[in-house]
């Protein structure tokens, strides 16, 4: 690979000459551990299961907040009053993740 003599060291794949120029000696052929592991069966449907939580926690929230306005005026009181509702409903759901895991 590279010439051999008194003057070369290889040290941290660079190729030092001594009153040379530094050169960086690499090697062209990668080893199993460089590869990138594809992810099973199994961690695709953990991940699938969890993107597909995390969407369908998006579209709740946003369709309780969507309907705030029209649960103030069915029961007729303040926009504030029910904005509890939703305060309540996020609360609720967060105290649930940890117990769900």
């Known amino acids: 690979m590279f010439p051999s003599s008194p003057t070369t060291t290889v040290m941290n794949e660079t190729l030092l000459t001594k009153g040379a120029v530094m050169v960086t000696a690499t090697n062209p052929r990668k080893s199993e551990s460089d590869r990138p592991v594809p992810f099973d069966r199994g961690a695709r449907t953990i991940i699938a299961v969890v993107v597909l939580g995390m969407i369908t926690t998006v579209l709740d929230v946003t369709i309780v907040s969507i ?9 007729e009181v303040p926009l504030t009053s029910v904005q509890w509702v939703m305060t309540g409903y996020l609360l609720a759901f967060t105290a649930a993740i940890p117990i769900t895991g």
Request: aromatic share 12%.
């Open 67 to 75: 309907a705030l306005d029209r649960l103030a005026t069915g029961f």
